[in-house]
């Protein structure tokens, strides 16, 4: 087994949580924990909150679109 040492920053280590979790399973059955122990190695990427922007209200009456609420 061969270890490397890399030096990352907090931003670029952050980035490789976000995509190590958001990246496809393997295909390989041999290697479908591989992204499981690479996050448990360097952590879980950090969960951002955020209100979003508001619903915005049309009037769709002229086409048949009627908004029950």
């Known amino acids: ?3 490397h040492n890399i030096s990352l920053t ?3 280590l ?11 399973i393997p295909y390989d059955i ?5 992204p499981a122990d690479i996050l ?5 990427p950090i969960e951002h909150r955020e209100e ?3 619903k915005v209200k ?3 009456t002229p ?3 009627f908004d029950d609420e």
């Not at 952050?14 to 496809?24: D, K």
């Not at 041999?30 to 591989?34: F, M, N």
């Not at 448990?40 to 879980?44: L, M, N």
């Open 1 to 3: 087994m061969n270890l």
């Open 10 to 12: 907090s931003e670029e």
């Open 14 to 24: 952050e980035c490789v949580r976000v995509c190590v979790s958001n990246a496809p």
């Open 30 to 34: 041999r290697k479908k924990k591989i």
């Open 40 to 44: 448990e190695k360097i952590g879980k």
């Open 52 to 54: 979003g922007i508001p």
């Open 58 to 60: 049309y009037d769709l």
């Open 63 to 65: 086409y048949g679109i």
